[in-house]
Structure formats: C-alpha cells, structure tokens
C-alpha cells in the first residue's frame, strides 16, 4: 500500500488537453461528474522529465484525511506538461463528492500540499470548474530540494519522496478569473462536443490534511491511508 500514489499512472486516466484519448461525453443524467482545470505550462522542468502528475483525491473535510486508496477515489491528471504545451484546460472523471488537491508528482519525486491546498464537491451530472493551476512554484520548490540533498537524488517511482508541509497549492478559483466560463465553453465545444451537462463554478475552500504512513509506519506518505494505525502527534493537525 506504500506504492498508492506511485501507481497513479495505472489508477487514473488524464481526460483533457492536448494529451486525451478521445471526447469525454457527460450529460445531466450521468451518475458521474467532471472535474476541469486550467492548467499553466511548467516549463523546463515539466518538460525535461516527462511531465507530472496532479493528484486529485476523495476527501473527507470532517476528518481532514484524504479517502482515496489503491481501490478508488481518484481523479489525477496525468503527463501533464510533458509537451511543454501553452495554458490548457484537463478533464477528469469523478464520481459525486469531496475532493482535494493532494500532490505534485514528478517521478520519484513530489510536493505534498497537506500544509495548505484547496476542497471542492463535484456532483452527478455537472462540470466542477476548480480554476486555474500554476506548477511552477512547486516544480522550483522540488528542483532546489533534489539540489540541496533536502531530498535524495535518486528515488524510485514505487516510493515517492515527499516534500511535506511547506508547499502551498497554487490555484487561482473561479471568483478570481475574468471570463472564464465564455473561454472554457468554448474550448469545451470544440475538443468534447459530448459533454452537454451544466458548467457549475465549484466553491473552492481552503484546508489542509493530515499525512499517514505506510502498512509498516515506516514512511511518511502524502495522504491518510494508515492514519488511524499510525499517525504521530506531530503529524495531525486540529481541525
């Protein structure tokens, strides 16, 4: 269970961009919603190793844990920058409830916003625009860390190294961005004709999360899977 958020590339499917097999349908009647995102380019370090994931996770705001494990609960977006592409809008299946911003992930390698990041609902049958995405804070943040030793240099995809309770989610919500539906209907037409359900400006809260450990609380992971087996004082925070 360690290996949760290194297998994000098998339990997530990237919907969006210039990166999507083929158009998302979704209408009112769907027993699932989506999630879109506006997404920045990365620059250099997105692109040098192959871009990076944004894992988006099931949440549990009374609890402040994240619910998602290797059985569900995720809506991540995957090789995101990879291209290097201009600012783009990213879909993402969801089924009905809370969500969180838990992570960037670039390989082996990763920032962990459980100090502060954003919640948001998506309902059945709706499109949850959450805002726009900045990367490149946490990608520096990450590059200085690998740099200074404050993280190995080497590092599998199975065990990712997380940077914990310093990196802030850089997402601009709704409220805060001028014309944002015309320019995301637009785009919506154009790339999934197929999605003809109501576009809802998703209410976006500020949080954070209590992190857990793995099957043997030896690692510190980015998220609450064994937090109620093993999660040290230090390492939860009060609602």
Request: hydrophobic letters at 40%; aromatic letters at 10%; proline letters at 6%.
């Amino acid at each position: 269970m360690s290996r949760v958020l290194g297998m994000w590339a098998v339990l997530t499917a990237l919907l969006g961009g210039t990166a999507h097999a083929g158009a998302v349908k979704l209408d009112p009647a769907s027993d699932y919603g989506l999630i879109a995102i506006e997404v920045e380019p990365g620059g250099p370090q997105a692109t040098a190793n192959g871009g990076y994931a944004l894992n988006i996770a099931r949440f549990s705001p009374q609890e402040h844990a994240a619910t998602a494990n290797s059985f569900g609960g995720w809506a991540s977006l995957t090789g995101v920058g990879k291209m290097n592409q201009d600012r783009t809008y990213y879909l993402a299946k969801a089924k009905p409830g809370s969500y969180a911003v838990l992570s960037l992930s670039v390989k082996g390698w990763g920032v962990c916003y459980n100090a502060d990041t954003r919640t948001f609902d998506v309902k059945a049958g709706e499109v949850a625009f959450i805002g726009r995405y900045d990367p490149r804070d946490s990608l520096m943040e990450l590059n200085r860390a690998v740099q200074s030793g404050r993280l190995p240099s080497m590092a599998k995809v199975s065990d990712i190294n997380f940077l914990f309770d310093t990196s802030r989610v850089a997402l601009t919500p709704p409220d805060q961005l001028e014309s944002w539906r015309r320019e995301f209907e637009a785009w919506l037409k154009s790339e999934h004709p197929g999605v003809t359900a109501p576009i809802a400006a998703a209410q976006v809260t500020e949080t954070h999360f209590n992190t857990g450990r793995d099957a043997l609380g030896l690692r510190r992971i980015c998220g609450g899977y064994y937090a109620k087996k093993d999660k040290p004082p230090s390492e939860a925070k009060a609602p």
